[in-house]
């Protein structure tokens, strides 16, 4: 199954500000709502970010989503060392019918 | 205290069966569709399957169609996964997710277990 297109890695300094891209098509991000994942090591998944640009209870607002046409992008400023995971988008994906994944970006806060 | 406990998990060999369950706690399981992503060792995400909130809605992934069936069980807050003819390639963390909507129609999982671990191998 295809999946959503990410970086394999991002770094940056703690402090500074960092995004992440995800590229889908029409038949996922396009048409439907992407959400954003934080894995820490040897952790679940947490959701970060849903309904493109909506932050759960309990998420600083450092993170950030935005989509436009077939693309989004995590935002996450004021970078902590306590960042450093792996990143995921996913999307409803309507000729699948099936959710699709980025395949992950490992942050790294130098 | 919202959570999620899979349990189930194992070593197989290949072309076995093995039974996922997931219990729920903490919120109205009725009211949510539940999902099931694995993660093979090292690697991304990728879902599995969804159910809606009353089972009129089931999907999956390509690579379990026909060998995979979820189900769920809301008298007893429980989410299963029944996964037939076993492959190497199945070898993963299994994880369930709560969605939030009741339909299956998205990928906002907003509570996770802590996974159970399936090893497809001989």
């Known amino acids: 199954q295809s999946g959503l297109t990410q970086p394999p890695s991002v770094s940056a300094a703690p402090g500074q500000k960092v995004t992440i891209s995800c590229s889908g098509s029409s038949s996922n991000i396009g048409n439907n709502y992407v959400s954003w994942y934080q894995q820490l090591p040897r952790t679940a998944p947490k959701l970060l970010i849903y309904?493109?640009?909506k932050r759960p209870s309990g998420i600083p607002d450092r993170f950030s989503g935005s989509k436009s046409g077939t693309s989004a992008t995590l935002g996450i400023t004021g970078l902590q060392t306590g960042d450093e995971a792996d990143y995921y988008c996913g999307a409803w994906d309507n000729s699948l019918s099936a959710v699709v994944f980025g395949g992950g970006t490992k942050l790294t806060v130098l | 205290e919202v959570q999620l406990v899979e349990s189930g998990g194992g070593l197989v060999q290949p072309g076995r069966s093995l039974r996922l369950s997931c219990a729920a706690s903490?919120?109205?399981?009725?009211?949510?569709?539940m999902h099931w992503v694995r993660q093979a060792p090292g690697k991304g995400l990728e879902w599995v399957s969804g159910i809606s909130w009353n089972s009129g809605s089931i999907g999956y992934a390509d690579s379990v169609k026909g060998r995979f069936t979820t189900s769920r069980e809301n008298a007893k807050n429980s989410l299963y996964l029944q996964m037939n003819s076993l492959r190497v390639e199945d070898t993963a963390l299994y994880y369930c997710g709560r969605g939030r909507a009741v339909t299956i129609f998205g990928s906002n999982f907003d509570i996770w277990g802590q996974g159970t671990m399936v090893t497809v191998s001989s």
């Open positions: 903490g919120f109205t399981f009725h009211d949510y569709a």
């Open positions: 309904d493109n640009n």
